[in-house]
């Protein structure tokens, strides 16, 4: 197995899945932003580029359509695929994933010899993983009060849509943050990956990178090989 | 003893001038059947004791018939003008006509409705001779040629407004005096020779409530809807057009000496731009609520006002009109939300741990790229 010198990082479910987040999240954030700053330049550009105020909410309101649809995919695979069952398992946040993100960092300052031996997902990929679930849950739920609101007004007071018109802007501003700052820079900027990890399409991983970024998951397939 | 046989002479012999002998030298002069047909040259001419008479002559004296009208041209601007010696001041015939004059029921004549906007405008479409003069307002004419009740009256509306009706006829009186229907306490009424709904509305409002009891910065008809170019609200360039409607109202409501001298509420406008409904109108959704779709438009009250439409018992009734589902539940919140603890708490709260979450989340994103960046160099 050693001999091998990629291995299977996503299947072609996962993806399509990411292939469907990237296009809808991206839509979305543009189509978003757009709104946000509606009265700046960016903001006027960005609906101009977007065909118009009509046309950006129909855009933004196709893109949630198609985030919603990636969810149920995701949801779907997870619990009935093999394969999705054992790769959720493994993403699952754990006391160690904390751990090593500060002994990641204890390693980088130089306050500690030994670099933390991170899993097959360690703590860059849960942290994306999770805060992208808890942001679509909270997109989902304030955008749906806004998007049915003639079905809400019956229901929820003014000042519910008003927090779940914050909500939704807020966490606009930080999907948009955690994506540039977290995620586009550990898999395209930081050095060593640029100009990108091409994993994401080939879904492949190189043994120089498993033993780099994911040292506990490269001993495990060495330990594995004998019993199989 | 002469006198008394030449004094009935001569009054004989000025009785005895016909319109004939005047023709003989006036050859041009027509005087129309329609207004003064029946009157002699000598009616209007006074001063004339023989012939050749002198070549000056006092003006004619039209007050001898019309001294209703003239009693009022002398209490006006343009008879205080010529008492003051100001020789551009107009007289009878510069707004009439002379010889040729007709009654103002013939559309040709100048001071028929359809053509007083264009006799008033022979000086007053003049900057220049505003400015000689004094008037504050330089070209009425042209603002008003650009206005619903030019357009109307062009169309054949003769009931339009024209200049005549809103400034009065022969006894023209300027903004400053207390009888002038412009005065600023007159303008309602004035505005309602015509708009009698709107103005019956409107004196019920908060703005004519409190502009008797003295606060004359109350807004009435022309502080939002214009004096001269005033437009339809349904023209896009009118100052009650609904995208319009906002920078209206907040020339009074986003006025810092204004808000603070009646206690106003303040950040009207900036509230409402940051809404949902600011947003779309602004981005020309016009069905969106602007100011008036809530606090109406002639007939507004504070919302303390248990008829205000913006009263809580009323909400349910505003909001419904483009929300028919709005709730008992809805209307609680408020509408002019501002991230304060006291006005709006859920969404302060929002905003307060937002920002110290994605402040400390950027400050460790930073962070890590900082060593991760420095680690990688170091190793190459």
């Known amino acids: 197995m050693t001999e091998k010198k990629e291995f299977l990082r996503l299947d072609l479910h996962q993806r399509i899945q990411h292939i469907l987040f990237l296009v809808s999240v991206t839509l979305l954030v543009l189509t978003g932003i757009g709104m946000r700053f509606s009265g700046s330049f960016l903001g006027k550009t960005l609906i101009f580029l977007e065909g ?20 149920f995919y995701h949801l779907l695979y997870i619990l009935f695929s093999e394969r999705g069952h054992k790769e959720f398992l493994q993403i699952v946040l754990k006391w160690k994933d904390i751990r090593d993100y500060w002994y990641s960092l204890f390693y980088d300052l130089g306050f500690r010899r030994e670099k933390p031996k991170l899993d097959w997902y360690c703590y860059r990929e849960k942290f994306q993983y999770w805060a992208f679930a808890l942001f679509t849950i909270l997109m989902g739920f304030s955008g749906a009060i806004l998007w049915f609101h ?14 779940a018109l914050e909500v939704h802007g807020w966490t606009g501003t930080l ?43 490269f001993e495990d397939l060495l330990d594995e090989e004998p019993h199989r | 003893m002469f006198g008394f046989i030449i004094l009935p002479l001569f009054l ?44 000056k002559l006092p003006d004619a004296g039209c007050g001898q018939c019309h001294a209703e009208e003239q009693a009022s041209y002398e209490k006006g601007a343009h008879g205080y003008s010529l008492r003051q010696g100001n020789k551009a001041a107009p007289r009878c015939q510069d707004c009439h006509g002379e010889h040729e004059i007709l009654p103002v029921e013939y559309s040709s004549s100048p001071v028929n409705r359809r053509n007083i906007p264009e006799t008033c405008g022979k000086c007053h479409k003049e900057p220049l001779f505003a400015e000689k003069h004094g008037i504050p307002i330089r070209n009425p004419y042209e603002l008003y040629s650009k206005s619903q009740h030019f357009k109307a009256l062009k169309q054949g509306n003769m009931d339009a407004a024209v200049c005549t009706d809103c400034h009065g006829v022969h006894g023209i009186l300027n903004s400053s005096q207390p009888d002038a229907p412009i005065f600023r306490r007159n303008i309602p009424e004035t505005c309602s020779r015509c ?60 006025d810092v000496r204004l808000t603070s001298r009646y206690g106003l509420p303040a950040r009207r ?31 507004i009250l504070p919302s303390s006002d248990t008829l205000a439409s913006t009263n809580p018992q009323n909400l349910i ?6 929300h028919p589902g709005a709730s008992a539940n809805f209307v609680r919140g408020r509408i002019h939300v501002e991230p304060k603890k006291s006005v709006s708490p859920g969404v302060f709260y929002v905003r307060i741990f937002y920002t110290i979450f994605i402040g400390s989340l950027l400050f460790f994103f930073i962070l890590h790229i900082i060593f991760d960046v420095r680690k990688r160099f170091r190793k190459v």
């Open chain 2, 317 to 322: 009734e505003t909001c419904g009109k483009c």
């Open chain 2, 195 to 254: 708009h009698k709904d709107e103005f019956e509305a409107f004196t019920r409002s908060i703005h004519w409530k409190a502009f008797i009891k003295g606060n004359t910065d109350a807004a009435l008809c022309t502080d939002c809807h214009g004096e001269h170019a005033i437009l339809s609200p349904s023209d896009t360039g009118s100052s009650v057009f609904p995208t319009e409607i906002p920078s209206t109202c907040i020339s009074c409501h986003g």
């Open chain 1, 175 to 217: 999907v948009l943050i955690f994506l540039v700052l977290w995620h586009l820079y550990i898999v395209h900027l930081s050095p060593g990956k640029f100009p990108m990890s091409k994993s994401w399409i080939t879904g492949r991983i190189t043994l120089k990178e498993l033993k780099e970024d994911h040292e506990k998951a």
């Open chain 1, 52 to 71: 118009g105020f009509k046309a950006r909410g129909d855009i933004h309101r196709f893109s949630a359509i198609l985030l919603i649809v990636t969810v």
């Open chain 1, 150 to 163: 003639r079905f809400f007004f019956s229901i929820l007071p003014k000042w519910a849509f008003d927090m």
């Open chain 2, 269 to 299: 406008l900036e509230t409402y731009r940051a809404s949902y409904h600011g947003i779309v109108l602004k981005e020309g959704e016009l069905t969106a609520a602007h100011c008036a779709s809530c606090h109406g438009s002639h007939l």
């Open chain 2, 12 to 55: 004989i012999n000025i009785a005895l001038f016909s319109n004939q002998h005047c023709l003989e030298c006036h050859k041009k002069v027509v005087i129309l059947p329609e207004a003064h047909g029946k009157i002699k040259c000598t009616g209007c001419h006074g001063g004339i004791e023989r012939l050749p008479h002198p070549k």
